[in-house]
């Protein structure tokens, strides 16, 4: 059993580490960063990790623990959810995390270290790519989410295929892990995913998604629409922001099609009823599925939800309101 442990504080992942070494539990990375954790675990693939609760309160670790679960890679957070405000979900939405208490007993620490299994994200089946002769090249389908959107983000992109529209994506994870998102949602999709840059233009069968966290990304009209980089303050709480993207896409809204997706708060509501306003195509994810039915919840309460789905059929139903605006 490979365990890779992290705490911020040096003196107690000290202990930690002799505290497991006495169960005769093999350390091979002791971490005081979720992005040293992160490194080893994507290049070596540890047993399990153990983290402490000020390790696991940040943006990052809902990426983080989706990667762990699957990776196959076993996850025990020792805490409670209260101590690191985990009220971002991540705990109940990815099943390989176990939450000890930190007093734990050596026994129930040592029954928890195990491998999370190894989860499958099967690609769903391609829609029917248009004929490039039909397809035109304004349409665009821009998504935005928060809490628990990188789950289901995994259930959308495997629609898309190389014929899609082009797609936007913003969602909240921090600014350390942008990269290691693309290769995750890149792995399992026919479209191509990649980091939203500066004066890019929008190709059919790509994915941009927002990186970091000094820029938002805004769309500048265009036959196709070309990305914008923009470093200015926080909107709606966050920089990129949902609503930033989707309100620069108002000026040619009757090209677009939204989709808000599961979230804390209200980033992306407004953004989302200006487009539907402006005569976009506009859909939320259902209660059901969030694990926060935050930014869908808002959305719809402005009146920026023309349709209300399950996450499974939000996908399917995206890129088929695309191409009927496509051959209208």
């Known amino acids: ?5 992290a705490h911020r504080s040096v003196i107690l992942l000290g202990q930690l580490q002799r505290r497991l070494e006495r169960l005769k539990i093999d350390v091979v990375c002791a971490a005081t960063e979720l992005t040293e954790v992160y490194n080893f675990a994507e290049h070596h693939e540890p047993d399990c990790v153990v983290l402490t609760t000020d390790i696991a309160d940040c943006p ?4 983080l623990a989706t990667l762990f679960g699957i990776m196959g890679i076993g996850c025990v957070v020792l805490g409670t959810p209260k101590q690191a405000n985990l009220t971002n979900a991540a705990l109940r939405a990815i099943s390989a995390i176990r939450v000890l208490p930190s007093n734990v007993s050596d026994r129930d620490l040592t029954a928890a270290l195990v491998p999370g299994g190894r989860r499958q994200h099967p690609r769903a ?6 004929p490039a002769g039909r397809v035109d090249p304004r349409s665009t389908i821009l998504i935005g989410s928060s809490t628990g959107g990188i789950d289901a983000l995994m259930q959308i992109l495997p629609h898309l295929h190389p014929g899609a529209p082009p797609t936007v994506i913003v969602q909240h994870t921090g600014g350390n892990f942008a990269s290691s998102l693309i290769r995750l949602l890149d792995g399992g999709t026919a479209a191509k995913v990649v980091a939203a840059t500066q004066d890019t233009t929008l190709q059919r069968g790509h994915v941009y998604l927002a990186s970091g966290d000094t820029h938002h990304v805004r769309l500048v009209h265009g036959s196709p629409a070309r990305i914008k980089l923009d470093a200015a303050p926080r909107q709606s709480g966050h ?4 609503d930033a993207l989707f309100h620069s896409a108002v ?16 980033d992306g509501a407004e953004g989302i009823t200006a487009l539907r306003a402006a005569g976009a195509r506009t859909f939320g994810q259902d209660e059901a599925t969030c694990i926060v039915y935050g930014m869908p919840r808002v959305a719809k309460s402005l009146g920026g939800i023309e349709i209300e789905l399950p996450i499974h059929q939000i996908g399917p139903s995206l890129l088929r309101a695309a191409q009927q605006r496509q051959r209208a």
């Open 60 to 63: 990052e670790f809902e990426l």
């Open 1 to 5: 059993m490979r365990i890779v442990i």
């Open 125 to 130: 089946p391609a829609a029917t790519p248009i």
């Open 251 to 266: 000026p040619f809204a009757s090209h677009v099609t939204a989709a808000i997706l599961t979230g804390m708060g209200r």
């Open 239 to 242: 920089r990129p922001s949902v």
